[in-house]
């Protein structure tokens, strides 16, 4: 059986992720887990507090997700790695990224160098395949990555999948 903790999140995570952090009421959040408000309180002190939750388990996310292609020593593997990012997510977690693109529109959410590893790796594979420009080659393809993991949670994979073939093609990988 499911907590009342885990179905505050899981509510709060919905909501966040379709109305935003700002549109969604605590007591919205309550009614959706079918919960009082006051649990909500108790649990998180604040609507921040349960945010703050919700990040802290996404940035671990990502972390496990990075993990894979910072520790990859062959800059093709970085490559094909970096571009299949985002086609690797479960649909399970749509939600936490949903969030996580809404919440780089609200001033006080976003932490802009979260993809920071991945742009720094992307730009060390650059440079060791010879890259004329490897910074602006990375910052290009995380911005293409990011491009496509909107399109992906928006649309589906499938729609996707032919530019994912394509940047492997375009970069030999």
């Known amino acids: 059986m499911i907590s009342k903790k885990v179905k505050i999140l899981l509510a709060a995570l919905e909501l966040f992720s379709d109305n935003g952090f700002t549109a969604t009421s605590t007591s919205k959040i309550a009614q ?3 919960v009082s408000e006051g649990l909500i309180f108790r649990h ?3 609507k921040k ?4 939750a919700i990040m802290s388990e996404a940035e671990q996310k990502l972390g496990t ?3 894979g292609i910072i520790s990859e020593n062959e800059p093709e593997e970085v490559l094909k790695k970096s571009i299949s990012l985002p086609f ?3 649909e399970d977690d749509y939600d936490f990224w949903r969030l996580q693109f809404k919440l780089k529109w609200e001033q006080a959410y976003n ?3 979260k993809l920071q590893p991945l742009t720094d790796k992307l ?3 650059f440079t060791k395949l010879d890259f004329e420009n490897p910074n602006h080659e990375a910052f290009l393809l995380s911005n293409i990555i990011e491009g496509m993991a909107i399109s992906i949670l928006r649309d589906g994979v499938k729609k996707q999948e032919s530019f994912r073939l394509f940047l492997l093609k375009k970069y030999k990988v």
Do not use: D, H, I, T
Not at 49 to 52: F, M
């Open 32 to 34: 959706r887990a079918g």
């Open 44 to 46: 998180f002190q604040n």
């Open 49 to 52: 507090g349960l945010l703050e």
């Open 65 to 67: 997700m990075l993990f």
């Open 88 to 90: 690797n997510v479960p």
């Open 111 to 113: 932490s802009g160098n």
């Open 123 to 125: 730009s060390w594979a």
